[in-house]
């Protein structure tokens, strides 16, 4: 009985497990709305896109009731809600089908009572200021006074929707709208906000660099920093990736870590101790997938490691900044050519001598175009023709399939040439070609969902081009770049970057089981 239990409580946790997993795992695609006027009243358009930002998943609209006059007019957008103005009242719509389908608009104000709205939250009613808010989840719109705000009103940063630094004409506010508390914290100045991290935010004023935490309504001052000065600088090192920034003025340097709830550590007697005394805002930064560095411009090099910096006598191998020569040697990673560095001017070790030591300089024999070389993932080389994997015993950047790692953006780039077509950076067979292609489009089939295995969905992607004559399509184009021409459509009156357009195209490319939709 006992062996039971521990049985099902293990294939309990399993499935908890795999359900949080496929929570956590799962990315959502970036959804885009817009409101339509159409004949028959107004509607909200709800468009998916896939995480290239180019290529159409789905597109689906709802009327919304409610509206007689079809002059609606948008005021505002906070990527939650869109503030419209219909019939000489305030609304505001959910940017969700799903919500706007059970609910109903209720105005917020009259359009002769309202003289200020600012950030699509704050409106000034017959000379006092009012938040607003719509609750989607409820269908409730949400509205309360702020007694002791007057006067103008500027945002300096929002807290994650519910608490905000304002400043009127005389102090600076720290304003929860869930409590609906306002407390003064400082005279009014030219304050600026360098970044919000969400729960903290780095601020500036005339005098000096501040971090607020909001979770504690607390403003520290951040020492020795010249505001006028100051810069902020992420790294993307694809261990430090979101969590680890530089920030730093002319004589002061910082770390700043955000996995420690905004731990500033000062390394700047570090460089001072190593001989740096020429200012940091001289310098530049450079990041890239194996660690950081900056370049002081007078020869030298400085690569982080761990949580400090260190000179070398090297150059940039191009314009990417992420692989080092050193007597003409090559380096991707910091710590090899630090090694090498040290190995170089270090005496040998009594016991082992040379034997532990492994010289890790790449070999770049294999490589078409060395002066494009560059690193876009951890584990990918590209020099903008080929991409390349890296090899040991000896180092070497060997060939890699493109299958393996066809996207090394986020984001498609496309790029028309003459009679030449490159969606990121892969060049398309464009030999049928007629005249210069025209770029029409690109839709999504996911033929897979995302789960616990892999963090996205699956997908066929299909690019669709005209030049003026034909309609071309590219399937999966990083893997075939031979197009596949539709002989029955005419190019005439195709609308560009249409969804519509593109959905029939993709019928006639691959027709349904029951219908098949042409022009």
Not at 398 to 422: G, N, Q, S
Request: with cysteine; glycine share 4%; charged share 25%.
């Amino acid at each position: 009985m006992k062996y039971l239990i521990q049985q099902i409580i293990l294939i309990i946790f399993y499935l908890v497990f795999i359900e949080f997993a496929q929570a956590c795992y799962c990315f959502s695609n970036p959804h885009y709305y817009n409101l339509l006027v159409e004949e028959d009243g107004i509607y909200l358009q709800e468009t998916v896109k896939d995480m290239n930002e180019i290529s159409f998943v789905s597109q689906s609209k709802i009327r919304l009731e409610g509206f007689k006059n079809k002059d609606v007019r948008v005021i505002s957008d906070d990527g939650s809600n869109t503030l419209v103005l219909s019939n000489a009242k305030y609304y505001f719509i959910p940017q969700s089908l799903e919500s706007t389908k059970v609910n109903k608009f209720t105005p917020l104000f009259n359009e002769n009572e309202v003289s200020k709205i600012v950030a699509n939250h704050f409106f000034l009613v017959s000379g006092n200021w009012y938040y607003a808010s719509y609750y989607a989840p409820r269908g409730e719109t949400y509205k309360q006074k702020i007694p002791k705000l007057k006067g103008d009103l500027e945002i300096i940063v929002n807290f994650g929707d519910y608490k905000y630094l304002l400043k009127n004409d005389n102090y600076v506010y720290i304003y929860d709208k869930n409590d609906n508390k306002l407390e003064k914290i400082s005279h009014q100045g030219n304050w600026e906000i360098i970044t919000n991290f969400g729960s903290e935010a780095l601020l500036k004023d005339d005098n000096a660099v501040y971090v607020f935490d909001n979770h504690r309504d607390k403003f520290e001052k951040i020492p020795h920093l010249t505001p006028s000065q100051t810069h902020l600088f992420q790294s993307l090192y694809f261990l430090d990736r979101n969590n680890r920034y530089y920030l730093y003025d002319d004589d002061t340097f910082y770390l700043i870590n955000l996995a420690e709830r905004f731990k500033y550590t000062d390394i700047t007697n570090e460089f001072n101790l190593q001989g740096k005394y020429d200012g940091f805002t001289k310098a530049e930064m450079h990041t890239n997938e194996s660690s950081d560095s900056m370049d002081t411009k007078d020869g030298l090099i400085w690569l982080r490691l761990g949580d400090s910096f260190t000179p070398v006598k090297a150059t940039y191998l191009n314009a990417y900044k992420d692989l080092y020569v050193y007597h003409n040697k090559v380096y991707a990673n910091n710590r090899d050519l630090y090694d090498f560095i040290r190995h170089e001017t270090a005496p040998p070790d009594p016991c082992y001598g040379d034997t532990l030591y492994k010289d890790k300089s790449i070999d770049l024999s294999n490589v078409k175009n060395p002066r494009e070389l560059h690193r876009p993932l951890f584990s990918v080389f590209s020099d903008n023709q080929q991409q390349y994997s890296l090899k040991e015993d000896p180092f070497r950047l060997e060939k890699k399939d493109p299958y393996a790692y066809p996207r090394l953006t986020t984001k498609d780039h496309i790029e028309i040439k003459e009679k030449r077509v490159f969606i990121d950076g892969q060049q398309l067979n464009t030999d049928e070609f007629k005249d210069t292609p025209i770029f029409l489009g690109s839709i999504a089939v996911i033929i897979s969902q995302c789960n616990y295995i892999s963090s996205r969905d699956i997908m066929d992607y299909y690019y669709f081009f005209t030049d003026s004559k034909k309609v071309y399509a590219y399937i999966n184009p990083e893997k075939n770049q031979k197009s596949k021409v539709l002989d029955n459509v005419s190019p005439r009156n195709l609308k560009v970057n249409d969804y519509d357009t593109l959905k029939k195209l993709l019928n006639i490319l691959l027709p349904p089981a029951k219908e098949n939709d042409s022009f």
